[in-house]
């Protein structure tokens, strides 16, 4: 299985902080990442697909980027709304998922 | 817009088998994509399940593959989990979601079912 770590486990930040989450996986994955938001009893939402391409409806201040072990997500001025859990994951193998972020306020 | 929700027991005992029913609208589940089933454990952590796809064709996580079955409905649009001999470990949330066939990403989601396993 290719497992994905995400880094850190939770990041306090205050609203308009740009922040980066980490997704480094176990061996390359070429682009087959992507990255999702989670808030408290909701479902997952899709926010990057293939490591950095845009999702339509999802505001411009998220972004991703990286390719084969070493990913990021990053949130260009974080508001309120964006505080919950991020998730990252593959599909150049099966599917698998990371552990998460959690985005708290400071 | 599609739409995806999930129903099933809540409630099942151990080494019973769980059955779940996801219910497609906005898209027919026989045009294309594929129907997948992830669970999330207590402490957050996703599994994919495995999925049946647009021409009913199956693929599961072969970690689950001796006693898991993902079948569908196409009259009613709906697709199906049978999970066998669950134990404590089965307690879950179960979505069901949408995906390309291979190699992608899940971009609709149901709310969820929380299944708990327990005598």
């Known amino acids: 299985d290719i497992v994905l770590t995400q880094s850190p486990a939770t990041l306090s930040v205050t609203p308009g902080d740009r922040v980066s989450l980490s997704c480094r996986a176990s061996?390359?994955?070429?682009?087959?990442l992507h990255w999702y938001q989670q808030k408290s009893h909701e479902s997952p939402r899709l926010l990057i697909k293939?490591?950095?391409q845009s999702i339509s409806g999802i505001p411009s201040r998220f972004s991703g980027s990286g390719s084969g072990t070493d990913f990021t997500l990053s949130i260009n001025s974080v508001e309120t709304e964006d505080f919950g859990m991020y998730f990252c994951q593959q599909s150049n193998s099966w599917y698998t998922f990371g552990g998460g972020t959690k985005l708290e306020i400071k | 817009d599609v739409q995806l929700q999930e129903s099933g027991p809540g409630l099942v005992k151990p080494s019973q088998s769980l059955s779940l029913t996801c219910t497609v609208t906005g898209y027919s589940i026989t045009s294309d994509y594929a129907w997948n089933w992830i669970r999330q454990f207590p402490g957050n952590k996703l599994e994919w399940m495995g999925y049946?796809?647009?021409?009913?064709?199956?693929s599961y996580n072969p970690s689950l593959k001796s006693r898991i079955s993902i079948t569908r409905d196409t009259s009613k649009n709906q697709f199906f989990l049978q999970l066998n001999s669950v134990t404590t470990e089965d307690t879950a949330t179960y979505y069901c979601?949408?995906?390309?066939?291979?190699?992608?990403?899940?971009?609709?989601w149901g709310q969820g079912t929380t299944l708990t396993v327990s005598s």
């Open positions: 061996q390359s994955i070429s682009n087959y």
């Open positions: 293939y490591a950095s």
């Open positions: 049946i796809s647009y021409s009913g064709s199956t």
């Open positions: 979601a949408r995906s390309l066939k291979t190699g992608t990403y899940f971009d609709y």
